[in-house]
């Protein structure tokens, strides 16, 4: 039987490249050879690839963390070219990477997420004098906690929202919220599942760029939570997944607040694949080894490549 040709295509033009490139060297590890002829494919940092060449694949894996390659604008030549690819579509990773977009439709959809207030980089009409602290300043289009900051004062926020401002012209003040960090692995293009949650336990202020990848935190896994609980926080991931538009995976980021009230965060349309990274892990701790979730990956991405290669593209009138 011929094998599938798979590109695994990461690196790119954004401010997560190295995490990419570890991600994309743990799913080399880990695909099985004897189904699929393999073959990395890195974007440099400058963008500069000949993107032409995906069309002799079967199956594009895009391990692109953040701008570039996460927020629509890979997804969006793949299916230009026609290319089945893993994740989530045009859409979906549009809005999963947009944190105001992406708040903004949670909160109409009734799911809980925390107070957020929108600035963008015109300095004339920036009025911070509402903020209040301790918050956290985002920039609205990175992954990875590139650019985030944790701010307790107005001379911290200053500082702070300079930093964001370098990543995306608009960005995000947030409340902070007190309780424990969730994450959870979801699966599936019309009928997602959700893995076993996961724990966050930050051993620096915040769940950083450093605690995530240099120095890394410590994870429980599974989480230490009641049954009626792992159900709630299952079903809302998976509603937030549909609500957002996804399909292939995601990460879903919450926090359980001491009184039982679960609040989204955030969600992740391509998640780390590193060999640290919780996606994996809470899925193998849910019975899905790493070799079978690429698996089932590739399949959803050609799933729905043929789902929608059979709509009609023209209309005689």
Known sequence: MRKLKVAILFGGRSA???VSSQSAKNVLAALDRKKYAITPLL??????FNFEQLK???VVFPVLHGTNGEDGTMQGLLKILNIPFVGAGVLGSAVGMDKEVQKRLLRDAGIPTAKFQVF??????????????????????TGSSVGISKVHNQKELAKATKLAFQYDRKILIEETIDGRELEISVLGNENPIASLPGEVLPSHEFYDYDAKYISPTKTEIPAR????????????AIKTYKVLCCEGMARVDMFLKPNGEVLINEINTIPGFTNISMYPKLWEV???????????????????NKSESALKSSYKI
Do not use: M
């Open 43 to 48: 974007i440099p940092k400058n963008g500069k």
């Open 120 to 141: 963008d980089h015109r300095p004339l009409t920036t009025d911070y004098s509402k903020v209040k602290y301790p918050c956290f300043v985002k920039p609205a289009n």
């Open 225 to 236: 939570i009641t049954k009626k609980q792992i159900t709630k926080i299952q079903d809302l």
């Open 56 to 58: 002799k694949f079967d």
């Open 286 to 304: 849910s019975g899905l080894p790493y070799s079978k979730l690429l698996d089932k990956l590739i399949t959803l991405a050609l799933d729905r």
């Open 16 to 18: 997560e490249h190295e």
